[in-house]
């Protein structure tokens, strides 16, 4: 039970092709958005869509499998952990990212999805 207390488990479609970086170490990571809606209907009986970003990093394998196989449209699923870090940028203003750190990534739809 104490595992399932930072998992996040997400279906959506990425908005970008993923940025690909190789650090110093040799060890590759892969940076991309997945967008995911959720419908529904408002008081008035209106559809809505609402439509939520989330960013994603992922290392390793994973990121070489992110590289030759994920394009912007794509349908995923992912599985990881929400992870929260800080850092200073040019100005030395501390800025505050949240993304999802994967450790699992299944590729849905077809090959037509790709852009």
């Not at 800025?95 to 849905?108: D, F, G, R, S």
Request: cysteine-free; hydrophobic content about 35%.
């Amino acid at each position: 039970m104490f595992a399932l207390k930072n998992k996040v488990q997400l279906i959506g479609n990425l908005g970008n092709t993923p940025e690909i970086k190789t650090l110093e170490t040799g060890k590759k990571m892969a940076r991309f958005s997945v967008a995911t809606n959720e419908i529904y209907r408002n008081a008035k009986g209106e559809k809505v869509t609402e439509t939520q970003w989330h960013n994603l990093v992922v290392w390793g394998k994973m990121a070489d499998i992110a590289e030759k196989y994920l394009a912007k449209g794509r349908e995923v699923l992912i599985e990881g952990k929400i992870v929260n870090r800080s850092y200073n940028d040019k100005e030395g203003q501390k800025k505050y990212v949240t993304e999802i750190q994967v450790n699992e990534l299944l590729l849905l739809g077809g090959r037509s999805n790709e852009a």
